[in-house]
């Protein structure tokens, strides 16, 4: 059973940061990625960050150069590294992660989710 667990959330002002960490377990196939998502109240859930297999990033252009998404060396653990927040960060950020098995699918997992709320 795979479960992803997030911590790191909670309420800063503006300008300010945050460090979100997903640990995985029950991994039995390979990462295709390893990422964040938010939602915002009222918005669709969208990608903030993501490392992909072979460790390409991809950053959803309103966090490029405040985010900085990283791993562990054995993808246990990813973490989001926010810095100069702002108050449209304000969500709930969801850790995501794509296994691929030998025979072809592909699975999706989420963790439950850690609010963050940026005051003005």
């Known amino acids: 059973q795979v479960q992803l667990v997030e911590s790191g959330g909670g309420l800063v002002q503006a300008g300010g940061s945050l460090r979100l960490s997903c640990t995985a377990s029950?991994?039995?196939?390979?990462?295709?990625?390893m990422g964040w998502y938010r939602q915002a109240p009222g918005k669709q859930r969208e990608l903030v960050a993501a490392?992909?297999?072979?460790?390409?990033?991809i950053y959803a252009t309103s966090v490029k150069g405040r985010f900085t998404i990283s791993r562990d060396n054995a993808w246990n653990t990813v973490y989001l590294q926010m810095n100069s927040l702002k108050p449209e960060d304000t969500a709930v950020y969801y850790c995501?992660?794509?296994?691929?098995?030998?025979?072809?699918?592909?699975?999706?997992?989420w963790g439950q989710g850690t609010q963050v709320t940026v005051s003005s």
């Open positions: 995501n992660v794509v296994l691929k098995s030998p025979f072809g699918p592909t699975y999706d997992y």
């Open positions: 029950g991994i039995r196939f390979s990462i295709n990625a």
């Open positions: 490392l992909r297999s072979g460790d390409s990033t």
